[in-house]
């Protein structure tokens, strides 16, 4: 046979040469010189995205360009093995990977002018152009994909001879067996169905193993002519089941079936049972509403250089790459957030974009554990009017679209880490009063100038119940603009919005502000008024990631959906973890923790106390007209931002100048949005307390508990204006304390309360005096002088009523009597027309 099959090559070959005008010595050795060594490489399997449930993997997704399950020897029935031998190579276990008789066939066909070379190919020359076929789909450019493919499925006899040379090659390498069970896996069923365990599933509901007689016919007709045979278009069933019968008929020859076999499998009807392998980040939605962090893991990959050197390359790889990936979500932890963001936020809402976002982080790893949204997650533009979207509201636009929204109050938390990193305390008291702020009283290292701006602006506080000065902590509590724009103006602008930066805070999406060049792309918008009320827009993942830090000693965690990848051998896959530095120290973090714990004890946060008793921290923040509502804490363990509010504009008024995005609070069929994020964040951290516990978070250092004291300024005898100002540099706020009797000139500064010299709270009130000009010092040396002597001194300093009284009731003679006593006494100061009284020893 190997003589035979050499003699049919060379004649198969000599048209070649001729037609090439090949200078060669024997036709034999064109084919000589052509490859022999077929190495099949990996198949194109599907990558599967998996949640832990407890010690078992829960399947969240998959995603492939080919739906193939590869199976083993054993797997396959062997009706399908003798159905592809009687179709497709009844000669398959004798001939050496080229059958001779079907060479020859195909010899005579080219020698008659015949196209095409139907007939000449054994299973493993299939199998070889089948390797061929996935090598050229594995190419991720398209143009060289195609060409590949081509060069793969050209019917011309140079590509046959290549197929036998690479077929031999193959049968020495190879047992039957293998090749066999290497073209049953490889082969296409129709569509995107590779692989004899696929079809059996997609077709028929089963498995290879559990193939029937006719159904392992009919699926091996399949492969003859996909298009033509494939079970899942209704018109091809009469044209399968004549293939199918033939099939059986060669059977039947072969002897591998019996005539009744034969008869029952013949008479039995082609019903295939369509199974299709739901594919992409719709079916994670069914899996604890995880459509979009599946979406948020789908989109880490793509933007991970392990993967391929751009987002196609990256996507393509996965769907090919037959990866296991384990993500680090916590079903336990999704189900509440899940259950309880669309118990509290609906889908749609009339007249508002409504939306709803919550998002948990474990602290100190970054590790994403929950991920949800009020709207499910589709892709089809169907779904989007029933409440579905694509969009991901709890990440950045290159994760999942969205543009992110404003963190108002939460902002402040940021504010005072820089407060606590500058060496102030959470007891100092500031200004806590709504006010007219002038812009160059914000000094800013990073603008021209060196100070902000030129103008000024209203900084108000919503809670009008709260005003004038108040500690730190107070303000915090309360969410004090006004106090927290007094804190700023003891601080550098450009140092708090790096102290943002550090925290891993940036904007969902890129934006240029041209009245700003040092402002571009994520950069936070450098703003006096954001320090109290952020109006750059984040992602609910930024906040968490930012108060996993206050509450992790100061280390920011990038956050990371994926805990480990393997291959399909089981082999670890490098890919992009978190990573973690220092944003803030420990002591830093522990004096914004303390803080927060206050606004959760004795503020607007009552709401995040933990049902445990697990410590937590918490800051509440709503952006004007109750567009943007926030909750953003944490414990020791993990940190969650939940957002309730308005996605966009109001759909009514798009493209309409001065539209506004539409005021929540009007809105209350839930008991209105803006208390929605206060239901949801609770719900979550019970579960989170409940798994996972948590420490305290540490100590701050002393200086940002213990209050600044400062030595109170001595301002006698300034101006009002120039006492405030030196009062106001010395870190004390101030007061009119009115007018007083006094010895310094009428208007000055009289004396203050607290006087001069003593230590005072940085930033308590100290009340000025200003003097009435009325009043002078009791002359010293009165006494031993004579009463006239002594009245005379009076009448000098200014004094117009002086008694003398004798202490024997006698007559006093002021030439000679002297002066014992002077009340008041000598150095006090006295009002002017008060009466000064000689004490007189009479003779």
């Known amino acids: 046979m190997s003589a035979i099959a050499g003699i049919l090559v060379t004649a198969a070959v000599t048209p070649v040469v001729a037609l090439s005008g090949a200078a060669a010595t024997s036709a034999v050795s064109i084919f000589e010189n052509l490859p022999s060594n077929l190495k099949p490489g990996q198949l194109a399997l599907p990558s599967t995205i998996w949640a832990k449930n407890g010690e078992e993997n829960v399947k969240i997704a998959e995603f492939y360009d080919q739906d193939r399950i590869p199976v083993g020897w054993d797997d396959i029935s062997p009706y399908v093995k003798d159905a592809l031998v009687a179709i497709e190579d009844p000669r398959?276990?004798?001939?050496?990977?080229?059958?001779?008789?079907?060479?020859?066939?195909?010899?005579?066909?080219?020698?008659?002018?015949?196209?095409g070379t139907s007939g000449a190919s054994t299973i493993t020359m299939q199998y070889v152009r089948n390797v061929l076929v996935q090598e050229s789909t594995a190419i991720p450019d398209p143009e060289e994909r195609q060409k590949a493919y081509d060069d793969a499925m050209e019917q011309k006899m140079d590509r046959k001879l290549k197929e036998m040379k690479l077929a031999i090659g193959?049968?020495?390498?190879?047992?039957?067996?293998?090749?066999?069970?290497g073209y049953l896996n490889i082969a296409l069923f129709g569509r995107t169905v590779y692989g004899i365990e696929s079809a059996a599933h997609y077709y028929f509901g089963t498995t290879a193993k559990e193939l029937t007689l006719p159904q392992a016919a009919s699926l091996i007709a399949i492969v003859n002519r996909p298009v033509t045979y494939q079970l899942d278009i209704p018109e091809n069933i009469p044209a399968n089941e004549e293939r199918r019968n033939l099939i059986l008929d060669k059977m039947l020859q072969r002897g591998k079936i019996t005539e009744a076999q034969h008869k029952e499998a013949v008479e039995t009807p082609v019903e295939p049972n369509i199974n299709r392998r739901i594919q992409g980040c719709a079916v994670a939605e069914e899996t604890y509403g995880l459509g979009h962090f599946c979406d948020y893991v789908q989109n880490q990959i793509k933007q991970d250089p392990e993967f391929g050197s751009d987002a196609e390359t990256r996507d393509f790889n996965m769907r090919?790459?037959?990866?296991?990936?384990?993500?680090?979500?916590?079903?336990?932890?999704?189900?509440?957030?899940?259950?309880?963001?669309?118990?509290?936020?609906?889908?749609l809402m009339e007249g508002i974009d409504v939306g709803g976002a919550t998002v948990s982080q474990e602290v100190g790893t970054g590790r994403v554990l929950a991920m949800a949204q009020n709207r499910p997650y589709s892709n089809e533009e169907a779904l989007m009017a029933e409440g579905y979207t694509s969009i991901n509201y709890s990440t950045d636009k290159k994760d999942g679209g969205s543009n992110g929204f404003q963190v108002g109050s939460t902002f402040k938390a940021v504010t005072l880490a820089e407060w606590i990193r500058t060496g102030h305390s959470v007891r100092d008291v500031v200004n806590a009063s709504g006010?007219?702020?002038?812009?160059?009283?914000?000094?800013a290292h990073c603008i021209d100038g060196g100070v902000y701006g030129g103008g000024s602006w209203e900084a108000n506080n919503d809670n009008l119940g709260v005003r004038g000065n108040q500690s730190v902590l107070t303000v915090m509590a309360q969410s004090l603009n006004g106090g927290v724009v007094s804190m700023q103006q003891q601080m550098d602008l450009c140092d708090t919005f790096d102290m943002a930066k550090k925290l891993g805070m940036h904007r969902a999406s890129p934006a240029a502000h041209p009245d700003f060049p040092n402002y571009e792309g994520y950069d936070l918008t450098v703003n006096p008024s954001?320090?109290?009320?952020?109006?750059?827009e984040m992602s609910p993942l930024t906040m968490a990631t930012a108060f996993g830090a206050f509450a992790g000693k100061g280390t920011v965690c990038t956050p990371v959906a994926i805990d480990s990848i393997t291959g399909p051998n089981g082999e670890a896959v490098p890919f992009k973890k978190s990573t973690c530095s220092e944003a803030i120290s420990p002591e830093v973090a522990a004096g914004v923790a303390y803080a927060l714990q206050y606004t959760i004890s004795n503020g607007i946060a009552r709401h995040a106390a933990s049902a445990f008793g697990t410590p937590h921290l918490a800051k509440t923040g709503?952006?004007?007209?109750?567009?943007?509502?926030?909750?953003?804490?944490?414990?020791?363990?993990?940190?969650?931002?939940?957002?309730?509010?308005?996605?966009?504009?109001?759909?009514?008024?798009?493209?309409?100048?001065?539209?506004e995005r539409v005021d929540t609070r009007n809105f209350g069929?839930?008991?209105?949005?803006?208390?929605?994020?206060?239901?949801?964040?609770?719900?979550?951290?019970?579960v989170a307390d409940e798994k996972y516990g948590g420490e305290g978070f540490g100590d701050p250092s002393a200086s940002a508990l213990q209050q600044t004291m400062v030595t109170v300024p001595d301002v006698r005898g300034k101006s009002f204006e120039e006492a405030a100002r030196i009062i106001e540099n010395a870190k004390f706020a101030y007061r009119d304390g009115g007018e007083v009797d006094s010895t310094e000139p009428r208007g000055q500064i009289a004396r203050t309360d607290p006087g001069a010299g003593a230590a005072s709270g940085l930033g308590t009130e100290i009340t000025l005096y200003r003097s009435l000009g009325n009043a002078a010092k009791i002359p010293d040396g009165l006494d031993g002088r004579t009463v006239r002597d002594a009245e005379n001194a009076l009448r000098s300093a200014g004094f117009s009523s002086v008694s003398a009284t004798c202490a024997a009731d006698g007559k006093v003679d002021a030439g000679k009597d002297k002066v014992e006593s002077v009340s008041p006494a000598s150095g006090e100061e006295v009002r002017l027309n008060d009466t000064v009284t000689l004490s007189v020893k009479c003779k």
């Open 92 to 115: 398959f276990y004798t001939h050496g990977g080229v059958d001779a008789l079907a060479a020859s066939r195909a010899v005579l066909q080219n020698a008659a002018g015949s196209s």
């Open 170 to 181: 193959v049968e020495k390498k190879f047992t039957k067996d293998e090749i066999m069970t």
């Open 320 to 347: 090919r790459g037959g990866y296991d990936i384990y993500t680090t979500v916590d079903l336990d932890m999704q189900r509440a957030a899940v259950d309880s963001m669309r118990a509290n936020v609906p889908q």
């Open 435 to 443: 006010r007219t702020v002038q812009e160059s009283s914000f000094r």
């Open 530 to 536: 954001n320090v109290y009320g952020g109006t750059d």
């Open 622 to 659: 709503t952006t004007d007209n109750y567009i943007d509502n926030w909750t953003v804490g944490a414990s020791s363990r993990v940190s969650t931002a939940t957002w309730v509010g308005n996605v966009g504009p109001n759909p009514q008024c798009l493209g309409q100048i001065g539209c």
């Open 669 to 686: 069929g839930y008991q209105g949005l803006t208390a929605a994020d206060s239901r949801i964040w609770p719900d979550v951290m019970y």
